[in-house]
């Protein structure tokens, strides 16, 4: 089969349907009997007067044959493409205009064709593997056509899904070294991955201020993820544009010297994302708890100041509370920070969700989403953003009643509008099905790893458009590293496998845990009590010995000297507890 030297037909055209064609299979063939095991999955060229048509077998069978003796099986196909140009400069384009007619001769396909197909036709190609039909022949994926228009990576567990990721993100870097690139961890296995090109994130080093969440959020993360009470937030939606406006005065006045005037008339939301001190914040609340007569409408007020000062006092959502009676409009640092503007050698940033509480980790993915959304449209898409999102079931589920309104709302916005503004999607989900089927429709490049769920491969099945929907039949029996690429950034849905990922660019999980417990951890008291050491400093504000966040930085990074961001990644210094204690009344 290498070479494009010329084989005797081994079938013939016996139907034609649309893009499908039916192939007689001859008994005459003078080919070896293993090349004559075409069977599901391989590519075909059908001779025809002015082009040859690339094909892909989807079934063989030997039940109603034609009458004659001279076929002794079936193949049905799918008629993918055509190679134009002839044999001095072939061409190879999507789609069929000459289509085959009865009696056409089929060939088994050449690597020469093959070569053809694949061939990159820019230079923005990236080398992701080899065709799983001839491993002679490079697969490539168009980078510009993949990250326009969304890309998604589906597969179950256990199928090298995050090696997949890893090595895309790798080689778009490679190919791409301006493009900024955000990556939500939910598993913190990418830590060590891309090296000193990436900026790790966890709730140690990272900052939010508060005031950067909207409405929905900030209500999300004091209610702890369960719906609000009606009456506290009546009462929030009218108290926060005053503190906003409060805190602009304060800012107007030190600058300006002008005489105190009402906030309402600064004209803020509870959305802008502005400053506001959590000291104003309760002191307007207890300001109207004061003018109150009746006991049980105090109570409300009551609750929500003890809700409010519960979460600001709670250490494991500093990363957001932080210096919150000082103020300060830190949002070009955050953005900055977070985004890798300007990107010093570091155009990748990693958001390690592990660590955050539980209720608060979908206000923030909602906040981020947001943000780099919104900083794309009002920048006009200047400086281009992969967004890319680990188990994205989990943020833009299908169900309505899961997960978190606004964080949907803020993907659903990336996939549907985000390329116009120079913010690009990415998806990883091991459960396509539980996935809004709106945001998967959006992505028009699709890797599909082995999925052995029924309802994920119907979804799948709904999301490719191709002529080779016939193809994810093969599906739930890909090999590890095996994937089905469709769409538009490959020249045709192929079924390609995943090149190595070198060792140190192996995700942690794949990496180093196994299921056999190490010799050296020795499993006895003192062990067990240092987890629970490092389990508790997560939600204290002590110094933690042996803490991963402090100790488990990439390798390549450990031999620099302390940069400014390694006491960053540090928890925070024993903090004075008077430093909580919040103010009744704001400053004059």
Known sequence: MQGSKTVTSFGRVISVRGSLARVGLLASSQLAVS???????????????????????????????????????????????????????????????????????????TNQELRTVYAPTGSDQINVGTLQQDSSVIAYVDVEEMLSKHFAVLGSTGVGKSSGVSLLLNEILKSRPTLRVFLLDVHNEYGRCFGDRALVLNPRNLKLPFWLFNFEEIVDVLFAGRPGVPEELDILAEVIPMAKGIYTQYQNADRLGLKRIDPKAVGYTVDTPVPYRLVDLISLIDERMGKLEN?????????????????????????????????????????????????????????????????????????????????GLWSDGVSPLLFVCEEAHRYASADRNIGFGPT?????????????????????????????????????????????????????????????????????????REVLAFGEGVALPTRLRFKEVPIHQLPRSEATISTVPSVAAGHDMHFVSAVLERWRGATSHRDVPNDPAINDRPAARAMEPRTVEAPMLQPSMGLDPDRFSLLKKPLR
């Open 35 to 109: 090349a004559v095991r075409a069977t599901v999955g391989r590519f075909v060229s059908v001779r025809c007067t002015n082009s040859t048509i690339v094909a892909m077998i989807t079934d063989v069978t030997c039940e109603d044959l034609p009458s004659s003796d001279s076929y002794i099986a079936s193949a049905g196909v799918d008629l993918l493409g055509e190679i134009l140009g002839g044999p001095e400069r072939p061409k190879f384009q999507r789609g069929v205009t000459n289509y085959p007619t009865i009696g056409d001769a089929v060939d088994l396909i």
């Open 408 to 480: 949907r709302k803020a993907v659903s916005r990336i996939a549907k509008e985000g390329r116009k503004y120079g913010v690009y999607l990415g998806l990883v989900t091991q459960r396509p099905a539980e996935l809004d089927a709106t945001i998967i429709s959006q992505c028009n490049t699709l890797f599909a790893m082995r999925l052995a769920n029924d309802r994920d491969q119907a979804l799948l099945r709904s999301a490719v458009s191709d002529a080779a929907a016939n193809l994810l039949s093969f599906v739930p029996s890909l090999g590890t």
């Open 295 to 375: 006991r049980s409408s105090r109570i409300i007020y009551h609750k929500l100041i003890s809700r409010i000062e519960t979460v600001r006092n709670d250490p494991r959502y500093a990363f957001m509370f932080d210096n919150a009676n000082v103020g300060g409009d830190t949002m070009a640092e955050v953005i900055s920070h977070l985004f890798r503007l300007p990107a010093n050698g570091r155009p990748m940033t990693i958001m390690q969700l592990a660590g955050f509480p539980a209720e608060v980790v979908d206000s923030v993915v909602s906040v981020l989403c947001r943000m780099a959304f919104d900083f």
